[in-house]
């Protein structure tokens, strides 16, 4: 247990189970166990004082008396920092693999215990998408890959190799007879890459490795267009819904598409809503669990007329075909009306909620006015304690449906009060 400044000299003249330390660098030392070997070793405390044992490597090169003090200080630096070299080290040599680790972040996120920005757990539709990039992109060019072992020129070839198409292919999903089209490009490139940040925070947050490979890395635009109707293409739809409730195409799909289009609600929220959340004498939804967290949006009479022209055929406003849960091929349904009006491809329902704020926008409403309107993550919070949509709202929401339903070729225009009875 001597100390003094550890040498060569003082190396060679070790016993065997001896060890001394060094009198320049606190907890850094040399021992001896049975046999001829000698190693250099550092002891320190944890930020959070527990003691670790650090076994820099064994005498010879290229661990010299000197070079090891010199790896010792700068160990130490490290624990100064608030890392933890000997965490690091087994996490390392225990070689968790990308694979192993988009796991363990997906168990963790699906227990609910990863949260998001605004401190709640990802939904089940964001843990859906986060698990199919994993499968579809990550796993298949990185999952081999040992957690510590990822560069940032790892990430890079990743992003342009999934960018070039090199994943996209058929895969067949959890449903029956469902199949999932994974395709390349840069927007799915992005998007993959941004979820790898996450998933490399979390890593560290494990103490799998002290930094982020994918920082620094520059990301394409995502590819997402904030894409709006013209007025030839409002016209083309308002025919293809008319067209729609005349062909053999479910009567909730050709519903909820029109109650998108003069609400500009995500689809998600809209597939999702409950007659229990709908209050069409107050004109007024209250969403318990929207993107944005609690949501309280105005009905403009528009909408309620859509609502109140709905069978009721259970607890879902817009429910299935068949079976229970939302509206799973509402996708497919959605191309088969746009077909009927010749509608390009790259109009999405999202196209339908941009268009919504833009004509909203185009009628002079305030930015806090349509956050309002749309349940958009600006909207103030004075809105989780309100019960009731207000007149100004309403007002609002009757305006912009109204032009909707023009520029559509409705037959009531903008303005029409509907008289519904509570439901």
């Excluded at 130490?76 to 087994?90: C, I, S, T, Y």
């Excluded at 002079?364 to 103030?380: F, M, Q, R, V």
Aim: proline share 4%.
């Amino acid at each position: 247990m001597a100390e003094k400044r550890i040498g060569l000299r003082e190396v060679r003249a070790l016993a065997p189970d001896t060890e001394v330390w060094d009198a320049a660098v606190p907890g850094f030392g040399a021992r001896r166990r049975v046999g001829t070997v000698v190693s250099y070793v550092l002891m320190y405390r944890t930020a959070e004082g527990r003691q670790r044992r650090y076994t820099i490597g064994k005498h010879g090169a290229p661990w010299t008396p000197e070079t090891a003090r010199e790896e010792a200080r700068r160990l130490l630096g490290e624990v100064v920092k608030g890392n933890d070299p000997a965490a690091d080290k087994r996490a390392t040599r225990d070689a968790v693999t990308v694979a192993e680790l988009c796991d363990a972040y997906m168990a963790d996120a699906e227990a609910g215990r990863l949260l998001t920005r605004v401190k709640r757990p990802k939904k089940a539709s964001t843990i859906l998408s986060d698990k199919s990039r994993i499968e579809g992109h990550i796993k298949p060019l990185l999952g081999r890959l040992p957690v510590a072992s990822v560069t940032a020129q790892d990430i890079e070839r990743f992003m342009h190799a999934t960018a070039e198409g090199e994943t996209a292919r058929k895969a067949k999903t959890g449903r029956k007879r469902g199949l999932s089209n994974l395709r390349g490009g840069m927007g799915t490139a992005s998007r993959a890459v941004g979820l790898l940040g996450a998933i490399f925070t979390y890593a560290i947050r494990r103490r799998m490795r002290t930094d982020n490979p994918v920082h620094g890395v520059m990301r394409p635009a995502d590819g997402r267009r904030e894409r709006r109707l013209s007025d030839l293409e409002y016209a083309a739809m308002g025919t293809a819904l008319r067209r729609a409730g005349e062909e053999d195409i479910w009567p909730a799909a050709v519903a909820a598409v029109r109650f998108l289009a003069v609400t500009g609600w995500r689809s998600g929220e809209a597939l999702t809503l409950r007659w229990e959340h709908v209050d069409l004498a107050r004109r007024t939804t209250i969403l318990p669990d929207s993107k944005t967290g609690r949501s309280m949006r105005p009905l403009s009479h528009a909408a309620c007329d859509v609502l109140a022209k709905l069978d009721r055929m259970g607890d879902l406003v817009f429910p299935p075909t068949r079976g229970e849960g939302t509206m799973a091929g509402f996708r497919k349904l959605w191309n088969r009306i746009m077909g009927l009006g010749g509608l390009p491809d790259d109009i999405t329902p999202h196209t339908l909620r941009h268009s919504f704020a833009s004509l909203a926008g185009d009628l002079g409403y305030s930015e806090p006015t349509i956050a309002a309107l749309i349940g958009h993550k600006g909207a103030s919070v004075t809105s989780r304690y309100m019960h009731a949509a207000d007149a100004v709202l309403l007002a609002a929401a009757d305006a912009v449906a109204g032009e909707t339903a023009v520029r559509l070729g409705e037959a009531k225009a903008a303005g029409k009060v509907v008289n519904l009875r509570a439901g």
